[in-house]
């Protein structure tokens, strides 16, 4: 990001300020480890219980030898409390208050202070936010931490659309909203260890609109968890 992007981008997320470490360049050096497999937190504004991308990168860096936290705003019922779960051996949960992440539906919308806060407590060896509307708390959070930052692209949130109260219906962004958004998400390739998203096409088109360095996206796809595939080779939609 240039002196240019860099200003532009500063102007149009003036409202989040308070996320300023976000700004800061990219940690270049390995973050400190000390024994033990190093800690991934997951951030997450969904209900986890039913996200399955979150769920199958949880399981694969697992598999990997890394130990996932998953924070994520407990909104849904039952809660986590009520009705704990799990999604195997070294991955857990730390579920925080529903207030926390209801910022993502109001101005402007990337930036939510409880949210941070929590977040702002873990000492990992990397932050890995799930969506745009968690990726500006990530890249604060790895500041603070001294930790990577991988920003996950489940979609284009820029390029899709929101509700319209007024009309009853969903429609192009505001243009406000959209200009914070294109802002977030330059910053993100800027300044992110890694960037992922769902397709080629998606990464494509980003690299080209949006990175003022041509970077692109690393392409994850959203693949079926093959251990539900039966004989027959098709797999339980349900489970899925």
């Not at 697992?62 to 130990?67: F, H, L, T, V, W």
């Not at 998400?185 to 992922?196: D, Q, T």
């Not at 079926?224 to 899925?240: L, Q, T």
Request: glycine fraction near 4%; charged fraction near 25%; charge should be negative.
């Amino acid at each position: 990001m240039n002196i240019v992007d860099t200003l532009g981008a500063l102007r149009t997320l003036w409202p989040v300020r308070a996320g300023w470490r976000a700004f800061l360049p990219a940690r270049t050096k390995a973050p400190v480890h000390v024994g033990g497999r190093p800690l991934i937190c997951m951030l997450v504004i969904s209900d986890v219980r039913s996200d399955p991308r979150v769920r199958r990168e949880a399981d694969a860096l697992s598999k990997a030898g890394y130990e996932i936290k998953v924070i994520y705003p407990d909104c849904y019922s039952p809660s986590f409390a009520e009705e704990p779960f799990t999604w195997g051996p070294n991955i857990s949960f730390r579920p925080v208050s529903c207030a926390s992440g209801q910022y993502y539906a109001t101005f402007p919308y990337v930036w939510g202070d409880e949210f941070h806060a929590a977040v702002s407590e873990e000492r990992p060896y990397a932050f890995h936010s799930h969506d745009l509307n968690t990726a500006l708390v990530a890249l604060s959070a790895a500041q603070v931490a001294g930790a990577y930052c991988i920003c996950d692209f489940h979609e284009w949130y820029s390029e899709n659309v929101s509700w319209d109260a007024e009309k009853q219906a969903w429609s192009e962004h505001p243009s406000d909203k959209k200009e914070i958004y294109q802002a977030l998400e330059r910053l993100v390739l800027s300044r992110a260890n890694g960037v992922v998203t769902v397709s080629d096409s998606i990464a494509d088109a980003i690299r080209d609109e949006l990175s003022s360095t041509q970077r692109r996206p690393t392409v994850i796809r959203n693949v079926p968890n093959f251990e539900f595939v039966g004989r027959s080779g098709e797999f339980d939609v349900k489970k899925e």
